[in-house]
């Protein structure tokens, strides 16, 4: 590579709002990684030595200051291969005079952002202060351009969003992409148009614009630093002119203060964002509290305070010289966080902030005081507000001392008249000046808890004797209504997608309104009074109006609800109750009828007709043995009550299986027999029988008709439920292998005990998902994955199955898309009642619920020959299978008996819903299972 040498006539630096020449002599450079560092608070006398501090940096320097983002670029392509620039690099570095207060200017831009009016000459407005004039609009050109791109840059480092204090600017952000030099491809034309574009930018004049226009904002500077600027240059020749190409850079580094610098001199403190989270955490107190009255305001300003804060009893004992007149204070209050407490000072100017923030009906204004309290927290110095309210007195707030723990919690000192004065306290100055305050008494609860407040010299001297002059008596609240708003759906359910306003304390005969939101899928019904017995009562029938707005006079306490109604996915679900009444959501019906209905709400079916006996679906399933059942809506389904009306002398019979599927019924009397269901399956188990006597166990000498019989008419509806008992199969041996990442442990648990595997954690990483081993088949996206131990994938041989399963990690940048699954695990043919079976199972992500979760079927008749043979909800002659649930895992089996030469094609099914948006999705398993049960 050639090395080309240049030779600098003159670059300008602006330093200390001063232009300062500085001349070099044949420096070798490329000038692709020219650096620049400036000191913007250098004096006259400082110039002339910094003249002569220029240093020449070899080719490859031992200590380049240069940026990550600044490596060597790649050959230009429109250039001729000779003539490469060498990236060098030189320094010019200016000496400081002295460091700035930056925790005064900290303190200026808190202020700023909790909109609190410093008594400076600059508007107080949050973010970033602006004025009609500033330096920044007298910039042109590239000046002008870096400094509108450093701007926002400059407000993100104040908040917190940004760390880095190092910029890179492309040619866009430098406004130089359409620039070129016309003329040949020479060294000379490229010296001429680096001259005439960024050889003259005045690093200096951008600094000081910045400084003088946002001095709060850039609270982190450190001015008494070297600020540096990059060149890195790559040319292009086209079109007889040179341009620069897309690998020329400007890389600029502010310097940061040291007490507010984080891993390096260009780096922030992470802790500043807290800021933000203080100022946003302050007006949401603000916002929650408009709809109250003025009383009720000041009331919640002070309980939240006493919340959110707790009393720093370390930094009030002066020997342990706790610095603690600085701007943390309101941060401390409102930033959230438990370990950061303040003393007095803290309490009184959050107090302050929170009513200068809010706009009361009344004339009402709070001030900060400062004095000497005898008693609660000690005596000594305090700080402490003092509140006008609408009656024209002043009344004492000592909120520090309404806090947990102290003397005047929880009100005695807020809102209070004094109860005698103490004789007086005179102050005099060194000029002779006199001034003379009361000493008030306030006595919290009994005498042995007085409290003796006075003002001391300051606030005499600051506040107006009419203004501290606190009242003989204590303020007496006006009486209040609580109105409390709750968002519910038509069914009950609560998880609607709104944000409701309108709960809050408000004066007694005042007039309101309240307005219901729109939200996109759901539409509002109107305003209900609130039902002590939702979800169990539905709101039907007319509300108090079917308008959003509700404007009327509150009398008392009220509790009302905005109903709304899904409007997007619906479902078929019909219900039959013979010819007797029944209700569907509190609405009654006497035939049975189809209903259309949201999918995702929530619906309740109920009877009180005698002879009821449960609720049963399409499938033989009881879904329900109360008069009334609640449940989620997720596919078309058909919902039939069963009644009883036999005779006194016969007991109804009902036998079920492990998951609620009727194998069958019967009405009999003593010594009537009957034929026994098929015995219905459990998945790792082998069925013995039934159990008829009820004895959790099974022995054919004991486990008779009659028994069973006995049992029913013994009971108060003449019905018994008989369930299968179940032992282990000998043979069954269960191995598996759990490796969370960080362990592998191997089990040896009992056939349908519940495991837990947790995923470990890896440093760089974050866990993705959970997969089987083998098959690579997704198990659950949750750290926390549930199952049962089982025999799986169609394994029942002696010697047992074996699972294994793996957590895998990916990137912690890498985003990872967690969903649904659901597989089935099991299929098999089970000779004890000569059936098909197939056990799903499904996993959904934290923060959803399981609306059904199962299988579906369909027989070698209906099964699609097209579209690969896929089938799904749509496919004619589907059977459904499968119950809701509230944990994030479920199981399901499902048994098809006596299926002798019966074909079946089965799939898992999963229709779950994410409780925080709302949408429903629906998964169905990877793999369709082809199930044949042959008696050949």
């Known amino acids: 590579m050639k090395k080309i040498t240049y030779t600098i006539s003159s670059i300008i630096l602006c330093v200390s709002l001063l232009n300062m020449p500085i001349y070099a002599n044949e420096i070798n450079t490329g000038l692709d990684n020219l650096v620049v560092e400036e000191n913007s608070n250098d004096t006259d006398q400082d110039i002339d030595d910094a003249v002569t501090d220029v240093e020449e940096i070899s080719d490859e320097p031992e200590s380049e200051p240069v940026s990550d983002n600044n490596t060597p670029r790649e050959e230009n392509k429109d250039a001729d291969a000779d003539d490469q620039d060498e990236l060098i690099t030189y320094t010019i570095e200016v000496p400081g005079t002295g460091e700035e207060n930056n925790d005064e200017l900290f303190e200026a831009y808190v202020n700023r952002a909790f909109g609190i009016d410093d008594g400076l000459s600059q508007p107080v407005i949050r973010g970033l202060r602006k004025s009609r004039s500033t330096q920044g609009s007298k910039l042109t050109g590239l000046e002008a351009n870096i400094y509108n791109y450093l701007v926002p840059k400059i407000q993100q480092i104040a908040s917190g969003e940004l760390h880095t204090t190092e910029f890179v600017l492309s040619l866009e952000d430098l406004g130089l992409a359409d620039e070129c030099y016309p003329g040949a491809n020479t060294d000379e034309n490229r010296d001429a148009f680096y001259d005439q574009t960024l050889g003259d930018i005045e690093l200096g004049s951008i600094t000081q614009a910045l400084t003088a226009d946002f001095p709060y904002e850039m609270y982190w500077f450190n001015k008494t630093a070297s600020t540096q600027i990059f060149f890195s240059l790559g040319f292009t020749y086209r079109n007889n002119a040179i341009y620069y190409n897309n690998t020329t850079t400007v890389t600029i580094r502010m310097p940061v203060s040291a007490s507010y610098q984080g891993s390096g001199i260009y780096q922030t403190r992470n802790d ?3 800021v933000n989270t203080a100022v946003s955490n302050a007006q949401s107190i603000v916002n929650e509290c408009t709809s109250y009255s003025d009383y009720q305001k000041l009331l919640a300003y002070k309980e939240r305070i006493c919340a959110y804060t707790d009393y720093n009893h370390y930094a009030a004992d002066h020997s342990n010289q706790v610095a603690f007149g600085d701007p943390w204070q ?12 303040v003393v007095c000072e803290g309490y009184a100017k959050a107090f302050k902030y929170l009513c200068d923030s809010s706009t009361f009906t009344g004339d009402i204004s709070c001030i900060l005081v400062t004095g000497r309290m005898i008693g609660a927290t000690g005596a000594g110095g305090h700080m402490w507000n003092i509140v006008k309210m609408d009656d024209g007195k002043y009344y004492l707030v000592d909120v520090t001392n309404c806090d947990t723990g102290s003397v005047g919690n929880p009100a005695w ?43 001391d010299y300051n606030t005499l001297s600051n506040y107006s004797e009419t203004e501290l002059a606190i009242s003989a008596t204590d303020y007496a609240a006006p009486e209040t209504c609580t109105v409390t708003v709750d968002k519910v759906f038509f069914d009950g359910n609560k998880d609607v997608p709104v944000d409701m306003m309108g709960t809050g304390s408000y004066e007694k005969n005042s007039s309101i309104t309240l307005t219901a939101p729109e939200v996109e899928g759901v539409a509002f019904v109107g305003w209900y009074p609130a039902h002590p017995y939702v979800p169990y009562y539905y709101y039907t029938g007319d509300p108090y109006t079917w308008d959003r707005e509700y404007t009327f006079t509150v009398t008392g306490k009220l509790d009302l609800v905005a109903v709304y109604r899904p409007t997007d996915q619906l479902a078929t679900v019909a219900v039959n109750c013979g010819s007797k009444a029944y209700t569907v959501n509190g609405i009654k019906y006497t035939s049975s009828r189809s209903f259309d209905l949201g999918v995702g709400s929530l619906v309740t079916v109920y009877t009180d007709a005698p002879g009821f006996k449960y609720w049963k679906n399409a499938y033989g399933m009881v879904l329900s043995r109360s008069k009334s059942y609640t449940f989620t809506v997720s596919v078309d389904d058909n919902i039939e009550a069963v009644f009883d009306s036999s005779a006194t002398d016969k007991a109804t019979l009902i036998f079920e299986s492990e998951y609620g599927q009727i194998m069958g019924t019967a009405k009999l009397a003593l010594n009537e027999t009957m034929s026994l269901p098929t015995l219905p399956t459990k998945n790792s188990f082998r069925t013995t029988g039934w159990d008829l006597n009820g004895d959790g166990q099974y022995k054919a000498s004991t486990d008779t008709l009659n028994s069973a019989i006995e049992r029913g008419l013994a009971s108060a509806d003449r019905t018994v439920v008989i369930k299968a008992v179940y032992e282990t199969n000998p043979w069954l041996n269960i191995y598996i292998t759990i490796d969370n990442g960080n362990t592998i442990e191997d089990y040896s648990p009992a056939p349908g005990e519940l495991m837990v595997a947790q995923a470990g954690k890896r440093e760089g990483e974050k866990f993705s998902r959970w997969v089987e081993d083998g098959t690579g088949l997704v198990l659950s996206y949750n750290p926390t994955y549930k199952f049962y131990a089982e025999e799986r994938n169609g394994s029942g041989k002696p010697g047992g199955p074996t699972l294994s399963i793996i957590a895998e990690f990916v990137d912690d940048d890498e985003e990872v898309h967690k969903r649904g699954v659901t597989q089935i695990v099991n299929s098999y043919n089970n000779s004890d009642n000569n059936g098909l079976v197939a056990v799903s199972m499904s996993t959904v992500p934290e923060g959803c619920r399981i609306i059904k979760a199962g299988i579906i079927a369909v027989d070698a008749e209906h099964y699609p020959t097209e579209n690969r043979g896929w089938i799904t909800l749509d496919t004619p002659g589907v059977i459904v299978r499968g119950n809701s649930w509230p944990g994030n895992a479920y199981r399901y089996t499902w048994t098809r008996a006596n299926a002798q030469d019966e074909q079946w094609y089965v799939r898992a099914l999963l229709i779950y819903e994410d409780t925080s948006t709302h949408e429903v999705y629906t998964v169905y398993g990877d793999d369709i299972i082809e199930m044949y049960y042959s008696i050949g």
């Open 330 to 341: 309101l941060i401390y209050v409102f930033d959230g966080d438990p370990e950061t407490t």
């Open 272 to 274: 500043l964002s807290v």
């Open 413 to 455: 000192l807020f809102l209070k008249g004094y109860t005698s004065k103490q004789g007086s306290v005179t102050y005099t100055s060194s000029d002779g000046d006199s001034k003379t305050s009361d000493v008030y008494r306030f006595v919290c609860g009994s005498a042995v808890n007085a409290v003796d407040f006075n003002y």
